[in-house]
């Protein structure tokens, strides 16, 4: 098969860039092959295809459900076959077929070239590995968490094509076969979040996801178009090539090549919902829990963090970019931190978390630790998926319950304590606490924020160690108030009373105090409780790879030494080129750092940030579960939110962003399609109606000559004839 | 009578260069005066037309216009010498009998229709 | 541009003449009727005075002027008089006028005709049904005057459209003619001799040889041509040429009181005396030999008109003569049917009549 593949090479010659693809450079001559990749594509496109048939053909069962996890796993299995195969230092460029082959010259500029080929290096074998791993196991978890859903083929029709465009996202080859997947992903998140179409708020939120997105896509289109421009070429070993060259000539970079990752980073800021365009994700947990965890945590989100590493070397030609990187991602994250630690809906603080983290992969990609953000990524996609579906176990049992203010002391309930336990470890990774893997994987982040020599990084650095403390807060306000404390519980609004379709698993405890008391919670089944094992497992398991390959910072490291994203950790002057300041070298791992001038070993940085992380997590069971007798109020926590006063409501409130773009953005377009509307009306309108008033006019003037009045038409003949004599004495 | 002969004689009378005479040929200003008469009846005759409404009456200016029509004929005739004009207002007077024939026996169709020689009698068009 | 008129003069008189003939518009039976008359009667007079001064010397005789007034007046009377009957009185009164005018014109057959079959065959017809169509007066109402007849329509618009075209007209001509007149009438005469047709001059010739025969030459000439100067000679030849001259010779000889040759006969004084007066001009030797004479031919000798319009119809214009003659024909049949009464059939028919109600 692989030669097969192999065989089908035409495009080399058929290339204008020749010229420029023999150039010396970080990423030379890539060498082709790993054809079967293409399996991992063609599986879930199959998966599609056959939900899709299954949904035509209104199939009741859970077969579209075994066809998604079966076709989902081996494609895992091919990406893991491949991996061992191929080692994550040798890139591969595997070709399909073409797709955009145009040629106008001969001169380089004068062809596009876009096929249908896979560009497989460490990067984006890191990312398939997650993709389709996680996608196996979360649709293991929807086929019992939808059942009874009456679009269940439709949701997994588009759960397949969701993995199918993510994975023509990670693994194109150049940047259209990118967006394609760029935009499939953003369709498929539509198609996902808004799955009960009957919901307005879920239709609403779907609409809004889509819509911000674009926004986003935007600059992404304009820089593409502008990167084809400049580079003459689409496909990155091309364009990476070119700028290589650039760099190492040491030209001056002009300002319209400069501007392309302003206009990538904004793309990847609608795509991985930072500051501005982070609206639209807490509004999108009201798509299914599955759907949260697989795509608004774990995979489509993290596309904005893959393209900026994977554009890395356009990046570093301008250092600015990176620092605007930086700084959005670390104000994200603690802007929507706080948030987090004030609202009451448990998956819109799991969802804000995901924000605050991809704030923090953010500020790892602009603080050069291409490895570091690669990293987190990651560890947040197992440890935020198991919490999500945690949340998502809670709601299906609790007949769709989220507030953590009816709900208390699950995990005394028998039949939760697995899902306790997920939640107990998706909460400490999230935390930082120290050993587990979202503690290592923070702590490269925030020590290469301090070592970085660009702008203003040692504020993002303390602003980062805040972040994690916060972080820590809200994420076990969250377990204390939901799975700690006196067992209190009530249903939530999809419990219709006098239906008992739960008594199967219905469980008699004495310690039911809520007023529903016919209700009882359903508790997770064997499909959930295997995931949510897997998932804890991973996450706990996630903090192994830091120790291997140390040479690169890791397994993580090692996977994208060889990649594109490498460029960022081997080029040691990008910053001080551009800051002209003395020549500080940016190693990974070095042995010190220095924060607010202090000069401090590395070591010492673990203790740091797990202290943040325990002062955190002391201060959730100070406020929430001291004198806590009941889930709707915690003592502590209420006073200290009246203390705070109006600060209170304002965090709880979402700081009113939301409300700030209404009347910011809506009103004034509202008003203006109020304006076009009347000028419809009248002027096209009325165009319109004029075109039928002339008829009407012209009818009016002739008429009276036809009033059948002998002398009426003998005047006109006298008329006629005067005319005419007229013209015969004009043109005498 | 004399101007009488010295006109009839002109109808032959052929002209050396050196003997145009005046008396025997119609000069253009001649002819136009001629010509404005018979304009100006023709005109009346339009202005009876449009402005009448007795149907006799109607048809009456339309002989006039006629009339205006064959003294410009005679005149040309006169001017050019040859008798074609003439000739043509034979036939003039021909379709003129044969026009007033048919147009009396039409109002006299009509009249018994309606009673009455008013034109307007006959306008049902709503304009 | 040469006008044969003034333009500005024109346009007055018109003007004037316009305003007239508005107010002469009968309205109600009234209406400043001879107010208008003569106002209408001040333009008219102004445009022929003009154009009697444009003309100078090339002026038409008076008499022009006097039937043309005439004509003019009975015109406007035909189309402001508000009785049918007495219209058609006033149009018979402008055929009088216009037919003086072709007597000016030389056309005297067609006088005749016009005064014959317009004013004496279809007017009368005219007044024959206008009294079919109008009721008799009764004792309430002497004057049966319709209201249809009394006040006239749209005069506004009927004079300002009248006058349009009378003025488009004139102007038309005016400066067609004045280009006309540019040219020299002496060549338009040249133009206007070749026109005549063939047939008219072989009667003329005809009639030529008649009147010389008449005054005394022998019988055996045969005109060769009419002159076309004045004064008018034919010339013609002879068989025996010789003959001829020694009359003429014999002819002279007994004027002048010279010895005479008896056995020659003499040519007759009459004959003589139209020789051309020249004594050597009165003949000369044609390239072929023959002996061409002339002489100048007595008054009167062209054809009259009725001949000449004669000829020309029959001779050149056939055809329409005998379509003239079938549309006669035609409008007598239609005229018959057209005004039958519905006829009572006899044997199972219908009647029907022959115009339908157009309700």
Known sequence: MIDVWRTTLGFTATLAQDAVHTGAGAVGAIPHGGGFFFLALLLPALSVVLCGVYAALGVKSKLPAWTTVVCLTLAFITILVGYIQLGPDSPRIAFGFHWFNLSWGSAPGQSLVADFALYIDGLSLLWMLFVTGLGALIALYSSEYMAGDKGYARYFAAFSLFVFTMSCLVLGDNLLFMFLGWEGVGLCSYLLIGHNYKKPSAVAAAKKAFIVNRIGDFGLIVGLMLTFVKFGALRYEDIFAQVDAMRASGVDIPMSIKVIPLLFMAGAFGKSAQLPLYVWLPDAMEGPTPVSALIHAATMVTAGVYLIARTMPLFTLNPDALATVAWVGGLTALFSATIGMAVFDIKRVMAYSTVSQLGYMFLGLGALSASGAAYHVFTHAFFKASLFLSCGAVMHGFAGQLDLRKLSGLAKLPGWRITAFTMLVGCLCLSGFPFTSGFFSKDMIIAEAFVTPGPGYQALGIIALITAGMTAYYAFRVFFRVFLGPVEFEPGEEYTPGEHAHDDHAVDDGQDTTAHASFHPHAPGVAINLVLTLLAIGALAAAAPYFMHKEHGGWVGAMTHGSTAAIAEESQTIFTAHTGAGAVEHVADEETLSILGMTVPHVAMYFISSGFAIVGLALAWVLHMTGRRSAASAPVADALKRALGPVGVWAEHKWYVDELYDWLLRKPLRVLAWIFAYIDMLFVDGLVSLAGVGPRILGWIIRPSQSGALQGYAAGMAAGMILFLLMLWVML | MNALAGSMSALIAQSAPSLASAADMLSTIGLYHYLVVACAMFALGVIGFLSRRNLIIMFLCTELMLQGASLALIAFSRYWFNHTGEVFVIFVLTVAAAEAAMALALVVLLYRKRETLDALAWSSMRG | MTHLLSPILLYVALSIGAVGVFLAMPRNGGGPQIIGALIAAAGGGLLLLGLALAAGADHPSLYFYIFSFIALGASLRVITQPRPV?????????????????????????????????????????????????????????????????????????????????????????????????????????????????????????????????????GDISVVAVSKVKPYLAYFTTADAAALDARIAAARATQTGAPVDQGVESLAPAALATLAPSQAGYRRILPDGRAQYQATLPLGIGPSNIEAVGVGLLNEHPL??????????????????????????????RPRPLLEDAA
């Open chain 3, 320 to 349: 329409a003569l005998e379509l003239a003659g079938v549309l006669l024909l035609m409008a007598m049949v239609s005229a018959v049917v057209l005004a039958r009464h519905p006829v009572k059939a006899g044997l199972g028919g």
């Open chain 3, 86 to 218: 007495y219209a058609a009185l006033y149009f018979i009164l402008t055929i009088l006028a216009t037919s003086g005018m072709f007597i000016l014109l030389a056309a005297e057959f067609l006088t005749f005709a016009l005064v014959i079959i317009y004013a004496g065959a279809i007017l009368i017809t005219y007044l024959f049904v206008i009294m079919l169509a109008t009721e008799a007066p009764t004792e309430e109402r002497l004057e049966s005057l319709r209201p249809f007849d009394a006040t006239s329509q749209a005069p506004v618009l009927a004079t300002l459209l009248g006058f349009l075209l009378l003025g488009a007209l004139t102007s038309l001509l005016n400066v067609s003619g004045g280009e006309l007149a540019a040219n020299n009438d002496a060549q338009r005469a040249r133009l206007v001799a070749a026109n005549q047709g063939e047939p008219a001059m072989a009667l003329l010739r005809e009639k030529a040889k008649t009147a010389l025969i008449d005054v005394g030459f022998p």
